[in-house]
Nanobody
């Protein structure tokens, strides 16, 4: 059974930082990409950052220079270091597993249930 579990969300003031984690298990891929998406109620899911099996990375324009995606292959864990957070970063953040490096939600087959990030003063 595929399990994708995010953690690390919470509330932070503008300018603050958070680190999100995602542990994945049970999926059928021997090589795979992992990604972070975020969604605000009533809006489309937005690709935040992705990392391929070979380490290539992709970032959404709104987070470039502020967010860093990384992974620990041995632990099948994905991370998202988020710095200089703004209220516009407030969203539910989701982790996903797929085959191709992409920021399109349709490229990913397995999803976690999300972790909430709230940025406010």
């Amino acid at each position: 059974q595929v399990q994708v579990v995010e953690s690390g969300g919470g509330s932070v003031e503008p300018g603050g930082s958070l680190i999100l984690s995602c542990v994945a298990s049970g999926h059928p891929y021997s090589t795979y990409s992992m990604a972070w998406f975020r969604q605000v109620l009533g809006k489309e899911r937005e690709g935040v950052a992705a990392i391929a099996n070979d380490g290539r990375r992709a970032y959404g324009d709104s987070v470039k220079g502020r967010f860093t995606v990384s992974k620990d292959d041995a632990e099948s864990t994905l991370y998202l270091q988020m710095n200089n957070l703004t209220p516009e970063d407030t969203a539910m953040y989701y982790c996903a597993i797929g085959f191709f490096l992409s920021l399109a939600p349709t490229s990913y087959n397995y999803w976690g249930e999300g972790t909430q990030v709230t940025v406010s003063s």
